[in-house]
């Protein structure tokens, strides 16, 4: 336990934590700068051109991935709720292999920029392109806000920020320095920091992996035990005698709290092949086979990283303890920090912490450049512009909606201070599967599919989700809640996927049995086929 942590406020040195953070960003600003010179055209700003192999790609997908919810987040769920906390890892980590077996290399062969040119390649455009992009706005702000709300919790622990003011103002820098870099770097230069945190990521995560094994000499038991013993002695009421290596520490008080495990699992496993960020990767290489590639990289990468986040967590309640940690600016949040000063000192703290600022920083730039190429290509070049707009207004429009969204993340993150960053992901994930997947499959995979049919399914699986969202123990009638003061959870599930997935599914069909007098045209979908499964004509993917 650490003990010259009295109020877990006074950790490392403020001034040698803002120095490394600042000469990441400056080497990270610099790799922005120099990939700029070749962002020339709308396809070099939204995929980076489709140039980057499958091995680079994978990095940055990883990099894309392993957000401040999978570092510090999940590390903290761990600390805290033990076995319960690591089902987080698992959701993760087998949620990719939906993505390879059913999406990846699909999407790849058939769109061009974003999701809304799968999900419109044989339905009507302009509505469906609609639907898509705002489903990946809201997703993309959902995520962002997660990311946001690790950031003010993680800088004001390192610069021993007390008070909500204080940490609004991270919230605000990081946003600002978002938008830079997507302004400034478009989607090369945003790979390129995905693939430089990626590895810095692993690597940091796999130096705290041994230095913990290393202090129970290789014993993994034992660092079990020693985890137990040191919750189970915790002197706050709510956690003391707490078994955190059995289930039910936090989803098995009650059977309500069982259906949400069962719920979150669900969003964890299906939502990753519907993270509009996510696949968006896939058309920044130049080929399927690239991109089947990208994705086997990311997976050996991730499962490696969640591996070692099941030591990160068991080590961090042993050696920091659950008291300390809730007590830390950020809470949960902020388990690995701690563990990092425990195990190495001030030195090691600024290290691993410029590592999760890094993280924080390459994933607000991929959603932000995400959520605006879905704008400005789906919304104002489709919609508006009826495929009427040229590349560079389109490049124009996007890095104004950039802006934009980074003011509405800065607003969202400072409301979403105190969250654990897990759960607030998971509850994009479950939008994500909500709104995309269900769509997603059908416009690949059912012949008779039509655009009522996605209307249904994205509007519907949308709406649904936001409603029990905001009506949930997520946003208020708990001490935990968004609004702790507030009290309208009529929805007892803190994660609606056991809900809204489902009903997406349902209104998929049930639109597409009420639309089937507007067929849609059968060349096109014998044409998507015949793409999605060979990749023949994908150099003519759809721009309009």
Known sequence: MITTLAAATDVGNPLLNIAIFVAFVVITMTIVIRASRTTKKASDFYTGGGQFSGPQNGFAIAGDYLSAASFLGIAGAIAVYGYDGFLYSVGFLVAWLVALLLVAELLRNTGRFTMADVLSFRLKQRPVRMAAALSTLVVSLFYLLAQMAGAGGLVALLLNIDGKAGQAIVVAVVGVLMIVYVLVGGMKGTTYVQMVKAVLLVAGAGVMFFLVLFAVRGNFSQLLADAQATVAGSTNEAIA???????????????????????????????????????????????????????TWAIGLIGAFYLFTLVLGYGAAKMVGPDVILAAPGKENAAAPLLAFELGGTIFLAIISAVAFATILAVVAGLAITASASFAHDIYASVIKRGNASEESQVRVSRITVVVIGLVSIVLGILAMGQNIAFLVALAFAVAASANLPTLLYSLFWKKFNTTGALFSIYGGLISCLLLIVFSPAVSGKPSSMFPTADFDFFPLANPGIVSIPLAFVLGIVGTYLGRGKAEDPAKQAEMEVRSLTGVGVEKAVSH
């Open 241 to 295: 005698g707490r078994d955190i290596l059995a289930p039910g520490a936090k989803y098995g008080i009650s059977s309500m709290s069982k259906l949400d495990f069962i719920s979150l699992g669900i969003a964890l496993v299906l939502g990753t092949a519907g993270l509009p960020h996510v696949l968006m990767r896939f058309y920044t290489v130049p080929t399927a086979k690239e991109a089947r590639r990208s994705v």
